[in-house]
């Protein structure tokens, strides 16, 4: 059974920097894309950056040149550097990732279970 477990959450200050880790655990046989997403409170879920396998990187234009998206292949972790944060960024975060669990396994959709971030002015 495949988990995406985030952290790196919590409450920083406007203008400071968090930085979030997603660690996927059991059965992996392949990632493709990895992703943050997040939600804020009466809001649907956004994209916030994607990363492909080979490291081509996608983010929506509210975090561009703020945060950065990276992911270490070899111990199957994704990463948000999030720099200069505004009060407009308190949202829950959540990670994904497209990966196939198996060699004979098909491409599946996961998502953890989500780190609250809170930027307070």
């Known amino acids: 059974q495949v988990q995406l477990v985030e952290s790196g959450g919590g409450l920083v200050q406007a203008g400071g920097s968090l930085r979030l880790s997603c660690a996927a655990s059991g059965t992996v046989f392949r990632i493709n894309a990895m992703g943050w997403f997040r939600q804020a409170p009466g809001k649907q879920r956004d994209l916030v950056a994607v990363?492909?396998?080979?490291?081509?990187?996608n983010y929506a234009d509210s975090v561009k040149g703020r945060f950065t998206i990276s992911r270490d292949n070899d111990q199957n972790t994704l990463y948000l550097q999030m720099n200069s944060l505004k009060p407009e960024d308190t949202a829950v975060y959540y990670c994904y990732a497209n990966l196939q669990p198996y060699r004979i396994a098909g491409d599946y959709d996961y998502w953890g279970q989500g780190t609250q971030v809170t930027v307070s002015s």
């Open positions: 990363i492909t396998s080979s490291g081509i990187t």
